[in-house]
């Protein structure tokens, strides 16, 4: 064979490469036109009354004729779903499903939008002692469960305790706070706690305080037993049917591909719209986006700024903007064995005022996050956006010529590679922004990625001397950071040897109080603390964008359960 | 029975060479510097030495690891394959679940790389240097050199999403009922519980993955098939063939064909073992929950059951796969020997 046809060849074979490439690079132009959605297989219903701000039973609206179901399909990306049963889930994914099924004895109110106090949900009513240490329910009685069985005192019990009794992921909710819980009768509640904490209503709120079917858990081997972490057997049951009192049930739950929820027949609330809500995992974000255009999805999460970017004004669509309680902070060791120069005060007060955050906002995320002052996130109490640092490039010099290194010094980062910090940013481009933006006041920062595992080990162990990470919430009260962060020895503060005497006691004491305006002071000053000793600089609080189909009503984002399916309709 | 005792031997040598694969994975696993349970324990759980103690001693992490390895191989023999640590599953109960996904793919992608890579390299041989010919040597060209992920978000945005020819990501419409797992293939599953709505719908969402994912075999059988074409296109005997007066279509098929399938039953071989590969990108793309996934994402979070589950599982495929090409080799031409 003649050599120069072959050359030939491979050259017209790779232009023809390359050109599919460019093609499939372009982003499809706003002129291409907006693809049909799939025929409207579901005929909208008669969407319920609009759900009761007091709920109250309410008619379950009969729909006239036989209408043809009326199914929601949510597309998801990944799912970090390991269980269903609310009493062991603790991962991102499963809170939305579990909102569907399961349901608390408290919320958030205005349809979750309202997350700095709580309203009663399985509860008719609540009191707080005044020293915030006994917590006593009064129970609704009208509620059922899916079985058909009445919600009583007993299941409520059952249920905290299990969840305490597992020993899993989220059992210190129950067992760090609560030292005895009884039913006083069939329809009251009364939780006592091990020391007073004002934290603990808006804890129970988290899906992991899920009150369950005692009599059908029981039956599935469940138990709430001191033994119930080798005893209870009802795991593998709950992982694919559901014993809530929520307004639809588990149907059917295949790992790595969907979850699918059907409407709860006995539901106290009320028919819901949807007969079937399927959540579906399509991994790749493009692959997530295309579902969405042409109508196989109707809400697709976790879509890239790009994509959102592109879909806005686009009237098929909404875009739901919410703000998250997740965050993304640099981390500065104060030990000095790690580092000598970031021991010194100054010189972390420095690289706090060499941070260039708006960029990191505006230029890299698009204006999708708020920039978090520190630790905090913004939105709960004692939070103010004006508390955040400024970039200050001068200062930020000064400081560094007092601490005694005008001639520059050399910091390590170690983070972890190719991982999307707080679920929004590369964490490769957080650090090589934080490198330039350091580099302008004469520090050195040598970034060193590793893989997220042994990253996450080091940095647990305190072996560190700086590095970016993310904290996602426990529950919906600053005290879940403030315990965190500013008490020695705690989770996040003995990573970085933090230690500092005034922030403790005040976020320590905090939490024994309930007049709020007291309590918001005190976080403040705890935030203003942590600010000054610049070892936890807070960098973005991602905003989480979801697009849905126009069609749908009442797509709320709420930082609790991502979205509450109870209100959502066509 | 040569055969039967062929693959007596095979078996025998496979068996230390799978322990070897299990001491690698172990070791591998063991000096990534980082502790599983960071993984799947939380922040709060890991601060409860309780509960740590309690998850350290039930996956025996609390061992020291040979004593780990040891118990692990004993597990082994007698077909444990363990327990993951993320998903409180037994991994054999995992790759039940995930793996038919996978072979449901791969032996569509295998079919469509056999059925359109042989014949167009048997014709761009029989056709060299007309159009034929560089029509297939540009098409192998592309697969070959164009990633596998890339095409398949090519393949989704234009036959899914412009053209609407084809489903979107995922097995099956997710809105028909599915039939009872028998298999887990779904459309063998379909059929047997008669339902063709599901089986069409599962054969749709078949096509446009195996295609892709078929794409790179398929280039390379055709590039084999053709070059050992024409190379035997040029052998005396053929221009016997041809003197005898047979006719062109009988000399390539009957007499070339035949020969030049040797190479060919090695490149679909290793094709077949190349699309466990291929096959996470793929899976990723279209949403296929399948075995790559697995796979992955158990080596994320560390979850040292699954990893080595899957490798093993790759292991006994690819000597199986072997196996295969060496027994066919030995069909195929009489010369070949197997011992």
């Not at chain 2, 295998?110 to 034929?132: D, F, N, S, Y």
């Amino acid at each position: 064979m003649s050599k120069p046809i072959n050359r030939f060849i491979s050259l017209i074979g790779c232009a023809v490469a390359m050109s599919l490439i460019a093609t499939a690079c372009a982003q499809p132009t706003p002129a291409v036109q907006p693809p049909t959605p799939a025929q409207p297989a579901e005929p909208t219903q008669p969407a319920p009354t609009e759900a009761p701000a007091q709920p109250a039973p309410t008619e379950a609206p009969t729909p006239t004729q036989p209408a043809a179901e009326s199914v929601l399909v949510v597309g998801l990306p990944k799912a970090d779903t390991r269980t269903l049963d609310p009493h062991r889930q603790y991962e991102i994914t499963p809170p939305q499903i579990m909102r569907a099924t399961y349901e608390t004895l408290v919320t958030l109110p205005d349809k979750g939008t309202t997350i700095d106090r709580v309203e009663p949900l399985l509860a008719e009513s609540f009191e707080i002692s005044d020293d915030a240490l006994v917590y006593t329910f009064k129970l609704r009685s009208d509620v059922k469960f899916a079985s058909g069985n009445p919600m009583t005192a007993e299941d409520v019990v059952f249920s905290f305790k299990r969840l305490g009794a597992l020993q899993d992921n989220p059992s210190w909710l129950f067992n760090d706070h609560v030292a005895s819980i009884e039913a006083t009768d069939a329809s009251t509640v009364k939780i006592t706690l091990k020391e007073p904490n004002a934290a603990f209503l808006s804890m129970l709120v988290s899906p992991n305080f899920a009150v369950v079917d005692s009599k059908v858990v029981k039956e599935q081997g469940g138990t709430d037993a001191e033994n119930a972490k080798e005893a209870d057997k009802a795991t593998d049951w709950l992982d694919g049917n559901s014993a809530g009192t929520g307004p639809y049930v588990l149907k059917e739950w295949k790992r790595g591909e969907q979850v699918v929820i059907e409407r709860n027949p006995n539901y106290w609330r009320g028919t819901v719209p949807f007969d079937r809500i399927i959540f579906r995992e399509i991994p790749d974000d493009a692959a997530r986006q295309q579902a969405l255009e042409r109508g196989d999805v109707d809400i697709a999460i976790g879509l890239d700024v790009d994509a959102v970017k592109r879909l806005e004004g686009n009237t098929d669509f909404q875009i739901i903007v919410g703000n998250t309680l997740d965050m993304t902070y640099l981390a500065l060791t104060t030990n000095a064995e790690l580092s000598k120069g970031l021991a010194d005060e100054r010189v972390r007060q420095a690289i706090k005022l060499a941070i260039d955050y708006d960029g990191i906002i505006n230029g890299l995320l698009g204006g999708t996050a708020l920039h978090i002052p520190t630790i905090i996130p913004l939105g709960l109490l004692g939070t103010d956006p004006a508390l955040a640092p400024q970039r200050d490039v001068e200062k930020a010099k000064a400081l560094l010529k007092e601490a005694g290194y005008e001639s520059g010094l050399e910091i390590t980062m170690v983070y972890p590679g190719e991982y999307k910090l707080s679920n929004v940013i590369l964490a490769d481009t957080l650090a090589a922004k934080l490198q330039e933006d350091l580099a302008e006041v004469g520090i050195t920062l040598n970034v060193e990625p590793r893989d997220p595992a042994s990253h996450r080990a080091d940095y647990r162990g305190g072996k560190l001397m700086a590095t970016i990470a993310d904290w996602t919430p426990d529950f919906l009260d600053p005290h879940g950071w403030a315990s965190a962060f500013a008490v020695e020895g705690a989770a996040a503060a003995k990573r970085v040897y933090y230690a500092n005497k005034e922030a403790e006691k005040l976020a320590l004491d905090a939490a024994k109080t309930t007049d709020p305006a007291k309590r918001a002071e005190a976080y403040r000053k705890v935030q203003e603390l942590i600010l000054d000793d610049a070892v936890f600089i807070g960098l973005i609080q991602p905003k989480v964008q979801i697009v849905a189909s126009a069609k749908l009503k009442d797509v709320i984002y709420n930082p609790v359960y991502f979205l509450d399916y109870y209100f959502m309709s066509r | 029975m040569p055969l039967l005792a062929y693959l007596a031997r095979r078996v025998l040598v496979t068996i230390p060479l799978l322990f070897l694969v299990t001491l690698l994975g172990f070791i591998i696993t063991y000096l990534i510097p980082a502790d599983p349970l960071a993984m799947v324990l939380s922040e709060r759980a890991m601060a409860n030495p309780q509960i740590v103690q309690a998850y350290r001693e039930r996956w025996g992490l609390d061992k020291p690891p040979h004593e780990r390895y040891l118990i692990y191989v004993g597990n082994l023999i007698r077909g444990d394959l363990g327990e993951s640590i993320v998903t409180q599953q037994s991994v054999s109960a995992d790759i039940a679940r995930y793996f038919p996904a996978t072979v449901e793919l791969a032996v569509a992608a295998t079919l469509i790389a056999v059925v359109l890579g042989v014949p167009l390299g048997v014709i761009a041989a029989a056709q060299r240097e007309k159009l034929v010919d560089h029509a297939a040597r540009v098409i192998s060209l592309i697969g070959v050199c164009v990633p596998v992920f890339w095409l398949g978000l090519l393949a989704l945005s234009l036959f899914y999403y412009r053209l609407q020819w084809m489903p979107g990501p995922g097995r099956v419409n997710p809105r028909l009922e599915p039939p009872p797992v028998v298999t887990g293939l779904l459309t063998v599953d379909s059929l047997l519980a008669g339902r063709g709505d599901v089986f069409a719908s599962a054969l749709h969402h078949l096509m446009l993955p195996s295609l892709v994912l078929g794409a790179y075999s398929m280039s390379l059988i055709t590039r084999i098939v053709r070059s050992a074409m024409i190379e035997v296109l040029q052998q005396d005997y053929i221009r016997t063939a041809r003197s005898k007066g047979l006719i062109e279509r009988a000399v390539v098929v009957r007499h070339a064909l035949r020969n030049a399938a040797l190479p060919a039953v090695t490149a679909i071989g290793l094709a077949f073992g190349n699309l466990m590969a291929g096959a996470v990108m793929t899976e990723t793309v279209f949403a296929w929950p399948g075995i790559g996934r697995y796979a992955v994402e158990s080596a994320i979070k560390l979850d040292f059951a699954p990893i080595m589950g899957v490798t093993l599982l790759v292991a006994v495929i690819y000597i199986a796969v072997n196996f295969v090409v060496d027994v066919s080799y030995a069909l195929l031409n009489p010369r070949v020997r197997l011992s």
